[in-house]
Structures are given as C-alpha cells and as structure tokens.
C-alpha cells in the first residue's frame, strides 16, 4: 500500500533561517506532489506542484521554493523565514490520471519567532 | 477561477442527531470532488470522492451527494457521535487536472 511521510512534524525557527521540509512517498512511482501550507483561520492554500523529477511549479509568489530530486521526494525550503511564512504546511500525492484522489500527510506546523 | 464555499461554518449538534453540511462550487467543469475530515493539528483525511459522472458516494454513517450542474455537494452523516467532532473540508479538482480548490470548512462539534 501507499504511505506519505512528512517531517519534522512540529517546528520552530527564528526570523531570517532557513528552512527545509521533506516529504516522501512510498509504494508507487512517479506520483504528482503537492505542497499546501494552511495558515491560522484560513483555507488551505496550494504552493507548488510536481509532476516529475525536476519539474516544479509555482502556484504562489513568496519566499519558499521546491525541489523534487528523486522520483518520490519533495522539499519545501527557504533561505531567509518570514514571520509570515508561520502555518501548517502539508504534502500531499496524488497517482498520474485527473480520476484519482488525493492523499495527504500528516502535516509539519511551523512557528517562526 | 474556482471558489468553493461551505455552509455553515460551524455546527454544534446533540449525539444521535442526522446532519447535512453543504459544498458549493462555482465552476462546473469539475473531474471530481473531494471530502476530507481534520482533527485538530493533524492532516487531512479522504473520506469520500465523488467523479464528476457519479451523484453519490458512501461509506459507512456517510453519504455525499453531488450535482454537477448546480455546483454543490452534500456530506450527509447519519446518527452522529462525538468522535464526529472535526473540520470537514470539500475540495474541487478542476479540469486543468492538478489544482484542488478547497472549501474554508465546516467545524462540527457533536455533543454527547
């Protein structure tokens, strides 16, 4: 079966760090990722997608960007955090086919101070 | 551009009680819509997932329905339990393919 894998799942970081989030998926290959951040009392927001290695793209001007090295990995960074960029950031996959559903982790929650 | 509203925003219901909470959307050239329960400070979860071709899903205490052409969906949860009590969130995948458009949630608080 497939599995979603998000860490760390909680985190706190000053102003100007930086920041790397993985996701990882197992149990398929050549998944589309996602990455959403949903912030205090507001909807779930779509940052980048990927539907191959490489292949990144951005849905939402900001200071954070993606990476996608390996067939089943994604990273979401950033040099230098915001106060703003404070929320719940979550991954998420979704097999190739516009039918299918979309399967989320468990989520990382992200403090910036 | 797709918006997706749900009504209400949060319900508190007694246990035992058969709740509807609403979906609508506002571009019908949908591939497929999604409901997805969150428990606070955890992920999402999949509940059901409705293809644009079908009216209805339904799994277990749960039955979404879905019309296309008015653009709205309905999460029905019969005989209610505390353990019911999260966010609900509908989600619209759109005919580009790769953008799912969320509803800000329904808060559902069931009482014992």
């Known amino acids: 079966s497939q599995t979603i894998h998000q860490w760390p799942a909680t985190l706190v970081q000053p102003v100007g760090s930086p920041l790397s989030l993985e996701c990882t998926v197992e149990?398929?290959?050549?998944?589309?990722l996602y990455w959403y951040r949903q912030a205090a009392g507001r909807g779930l927001q779509l940052l980048f997608y990927s539907v191959g290695i490489g292949q990144i793209s951005s849905e939402v001007p900001q200071n954070l960007s993606a990476s996608r090295p390996q067939d089943r990995q994604f990273i979401l960074s950033s040099k230098k955090l915001l106060l703003s960029d404070s929320g719940f950031y979550l991954c998420a996959w979704t097999p190739k086919g516009q039918y299918s559903g979309y399967t989320f982790g468990s989520g990382t929650r992200l403090t910036v101070v | 551009k797709q918006e997706v509203t749900q009504i209400p925003a949060a319900l508190s219901v007694p246990e035992g009680e058969n709740l509807v909470l609403n979906c609508s959307f506002t571009d019908s050239a949908i591939y497929n819509l999604q409901w997805f329960r969150q428990d606070p400070g955890k992920g999402l979860t999949s509940l059901l997932l409705?293809?644009?071709?079908?009216r209805e899903q339904t799994s277990g205490r749960l039955n979404a329905s879905l019309d296309k052409s008015s653009g709205r969906s309905t999460l029905y949860i019969a005989a209610s339990q505390p353990g019911d009590s999260a966010t609900y969130l509908c989600?619209?995948?759109?005919?580009?393919?790769?953008?799912?458009?969320f509803g800000g949630g329904t808060r559902l608080m069931v009482k014992p």
């Open positions: 989600a619209v995948r759109d005919n580009a393919g790769n953008m799912l458009t």
């Open positions: 149990g398929t290959s050549n998944p589309n």
């Open positions: 409705i293809q644009s071709s079908q």
